[in-house]
Every structure is written in C-alpha cells, then in structure tokens.
C-alpha cells in the first residue's frame, strides 16, 4: 500500500564488536562487510596489508568503529596480543568469525610434513588459538557472545588432491560442535558455515596483494556449464551469500541455534555426487 515503510528486521548487532580474520578480502572481507551493514564494530584482520586498509576505508563509509591489524593468525603471540588490544580499545567482544585459512591443490604422496603443518595450522590452529584467546573475554563480559568457523564442503566428503584440507575442515566442524558444549553455559554460541565453490579473489587467481577484479582470470564457457551440472542451483556461489549466512548465525535471529554446520553451497552437499547431464536430468554419472 501507498506509504507503507519497508519492513526492517534489526540483528541485534548494532554496537557489537566482531573480529573477523582473513578479512581483506573473499568471504572474510564480505561476512566483515555485512556484519557492519548492520551495525556491528570490526576488527579487520589480514596477512596482506593493502588488503586490511581497503577494507577499513569501506568500513568508515558504513560508519561504525574499525581497526586494522595485519598479521599471521598462525602465530600464537600476534593472536594473543591481537585480542588483548581488541579488548583494551572497545571494552568487549561479542563476534569471533574464524574465516583465515588457505589452500593449494597437491596429491598426499606428493606432500611432506611441512606442507601438512602449514595447512594445519593456518585451518584449524588458527582457529584453536583465536577461540582460546577470545572466549575468556566473552565470559568476562557475562553477555555471551557467537563465533562462526568457516569450513568447507570438503570436511564432509572425499577431497582427493586435497585431502589434508578437508581433514583439517573436518576437525573445525567437530571443534564447532564440541565447542558449542562447552560454552553454552556462558551463552556463547559456535556455529559454522561450510561454502562450496565460491567466487573469491583466490579462486580467480588474486592469491596476493590488493583485490583487483580486473586482474583475475576469466573462466571461459565450458567452466561455467562444468560448474552448472554439479551445482544444483547451477552457479558459482558469491561471497556475500557467505556474508549473509554469518550476519544470520551471529545475531539475535539465531540466538537458540547452535553447534549446527550451515552449508552454503548452492545444494552441492545435498546433491551427493548427483549430476545434471546434458538434458538437464539428475544422473549418478552425468550421461544421457
């Protein structure tokens, strides 16, 4: 009707201090942005300096508090230091997104026992040290608090080339499930989203530097068919769907959820090696 206002739906995030790591860029700088869209303080960090300043200048647009702190999360001391300026400057933490994480396409047997601790510690290390070093704080300020891991599709089923990352996937998500025991008598909630492939700055080849769009490779017509025939929605999934599904899993929406692993992949895990074939049918082997 003439005059009516559009519905407004507050998160309860307004005034929240969220730390978001791996946030210059991808989902991380996407799950940031919508956590600020909606009111939310943040704290950007990231490896990757530029990355880290760019985000900061869209966060002074949306008009909320934000700091910046570029570093290793794999680093226990910069975590723990981290976390403790965080507190002394705002007074509180509410929101602790563990999104920092990496990944590179490499048989088992081609790996060694470096390559196995720098994928360990940087996907589910980083994870232990943030949430370690932030939820004693949560339980300081007595008002409870949410923290989103991001996983991966690939901790629920078989990632060859990529076996030691799903391993580490796996072990965020039965983190997320155990850790939401654990703390639920403080009020603190875990949860986590899993995305399958998402367009990002690394998947299009920005592994380093500032994000720079005009820089990454363009898939050609065949991907984006590939892509179709698996993925049930038939498309890439886009950041800031990440970026929504976390808003969701930390604000006062969700406030009786926890210890769940929301996929955020387009219906991929659902459709458990289900493939469209070139008629469009749902097939075990995409012929027809």
Same mark, same amino acid.
């Given at each position: 009707?003439?005059?009516?206002?559009?519905?407004?739906?507050?998160?309860?995030?307004?005034?929240?201090?969220? /730390?978001?790591? +791996?946030? =210059? *860029?991808? %989902?991380?700088?996407?799950?940031?942005?919508?956590?600020?869209? &909606?009111?939310? #303080?943040?704290?950007?960090?990231?490896?990757?300096?530029?990355?880290?300043?760019?985000?900061?200048?869209?966060?002074?647009?949306?008009?909320?508090?934000?700091?910046?702190?570029?570093?290793?999360?794999?680093?226990?001391?910069?975590?723990?230091?981290?976390?403790?300026?965080?507190?002394?400057?705002?007074?509180?933490?509410?929101?602790?997104?563990?999104?920092?994480?990496?990944?590179?396409?490499?048989?088992?047997?081609?790996?060694?026992?470096?390559?196995?601790?720098?994928?360990?510690?940087?996907?589910?290390?980083?994870?232990?040290?943030?949430?370690?070093?932030?939820?004693?704080?949560? /339980?300081?300020? +007595?008002? =409870? *608090?949410? %923290?989103?891991?991001?996983?991966?599709?690939?901790?629920?089923? &078989?990632?060859? #080339?990529?076996?030691?990352?799903?391993?580490?996937?796996?072990?965020?998500?039965?983190?997320?499930?155990?850790?939401?025991?654990?703390?639920?008598?403080?009020?603190?909630?875990?949860?986590?989203?899993?995305?399958?492939?998402?367009?990002?700055?690394?998947?299009?080849?920005?592994?380093?530097?500032?994000?720079?769009?005009?820089?990454?490779?363009?898939?050609?017509?065949?991907?984006?068919?590939?892509?179709?025939?698996?993925?049930?929605?038939?498309?890439?999934?886009?950041?800031?769907?990440?970026?929504?599904?976390?808003?969701?899993?930390?604000?006062?929406?969700?406030?009786?959820?926890?210890?769940?692993?929301?996929?955020?992949?387009?219906?991929?895990?659902?459709?458990?090696?289900?493939?469209?074939?070139?008629?469009?049918?749902?097939?075990?082997?995409?012929?027809?």
């Amino acid at each position: 009707m003439a005059g009516e206002q559009e519905p407004h739906f507050d998160l309860g995030l307004r005034g929240k201090v969220a /730390i978001v790591t +791996g946030s =210059g *860029g991808g %989902i991380g700088r996407a799950i940031a942005l919508r956590l600020a869209e &909606a009111g939310a #303080n943040i704290v950007v960090v990231d490896r990757i300096a530029e990355r880290c300043d760019e985000v900061r200048d869209r966060l002074a647009e949306l008009e909320v508090e934000a700091a910046c702190y570029s570093g290793d999360v794999v680093d226990a001391a910069f975590t723990n230091d981290l976390v403790d300026k965080v507190y002394s400057q705002f007074g509180r933490i509410d929101i602790l997104v563990n999104n920092a994480g990496g990944v590179s396409r490499r048989r088992f047997l081609d790996q060694h026992a470096g390559n196995w601790r720098k994928l360990m510690d940087l996907n589910l290390g980083s994870v232990f040290s943030l949430t370690s070093a932030v939820v004693p704080y949560m /339980i300081r300020g +007595g008002a =409870g *608090g949410a %923290i989103v891991n991001v996983s991966s599709i690939e901790a629920s089923r &078989a990632a060859p #080339n990529y076996a030691v990352y799903g391993a580490c996937k796996a072990g965020v998500e039965n983190f997320t499930r155990s850790a939401a025991l654990e703390f639920a008598e403080h009020g603190i909630r875990v949860n986590a989203i899993a995305p399958d492939y998402t367009v990002t700055p690394g998947t299009r080849g920005n592994i380093s530097g500032p994000v720079d769009p005009e820089s990454w490779f363009q898939p050609d017509e065949a991907h984006f068919e590939a892509v179709a025939r698996r993925i049930p929605l038939g498309r890439p999934g886009i950041d800031s769907e990440c970026g929504d599904a976390a808003a969701f899993l930390c604000s006062d929406m969700s406030r009786y959820v926890t210890g769940m692993v929301m996929p955020v992949d387009g219906g991929t895990w659902a459709s458990s090696g289900w493939l469209r074939n070139s008629k469009g049918e749902w097939t075990l082997d995409g012929r027809g």
